[in-house]
């Protein structure tokens, strides 16, 4: 299966468990890998035969910066049921969601889920 990359999408958005999570917000990078035959868009060099990936950046962002979810978990779910039901194109999703700044004591890069889901 052909692969398309969405690497580092960036947003704000106001998921977690703890309320100042909900009321300050927080970054949140999306990096998805959309799996779907691009044969046909190769051959005709038509976009019709392919996934517009500014419309994937869209789908994401209005899952990311829309209403509060607890879990990381539930936005990366979220995003992977949007990507499956609204781009036929695509077979198969991978889909990880980054917490860079957690509210967490330590040192650390980032905390993330990664999830794959494909199409029944």
Same mark, same amino acid.
């Given at each position: 299966?052909?692969?398309? &990359? ?5 947003? &704000? ?12 917000? +927080? ?20 976009? =019709?035969?392919?996934?517009? &990936?500014? =419309? ?6 209005? @899952? ?8 990381? =978990?539930?936005?990366?779910?979220? @995003?992977? *049921? ?8 695509? +077979?198969?999703? +991978?889909?990880k969601? @980054? ?8 040192? &650390?890069e *980032?905390?993330? @889920? ?7």
């Amino acid at each position: 299966m052909d692969k398309m &990359y969405l690497n580092k999408l960036a947003f &704000y958005g106001y998921h977690g468990v703890f309320p100042e999570e909900n009321k300050l917000g +927080q970054r949140f990078i999306v990096d998805l890998i959309l799996e779907m035959d691009m044969s046909q868009a190769g051959k005709t060099d038509n976009l =019709e035969h392919s996934v517009n &990936y500014a =419309e994937v950046y869209e789908a994401v962002r209005q @899952i990311v910066e829309g209403p509060p979810k607890k879990l990381v =978990e539930s936005v990366g779910e979220a @995003i992977s *049921s949007e990507l499956l039901e609204g781009f036929p194109l695509i +077979q198969a999703c +991978q889909v990880k969601v @980054i917490k860079p700044d957690p509210p967490i004591p330590g040192h &650390y890069e *980032s905390v993330a @889920i990664e999830l794959r889901r494909t199409r029944a």
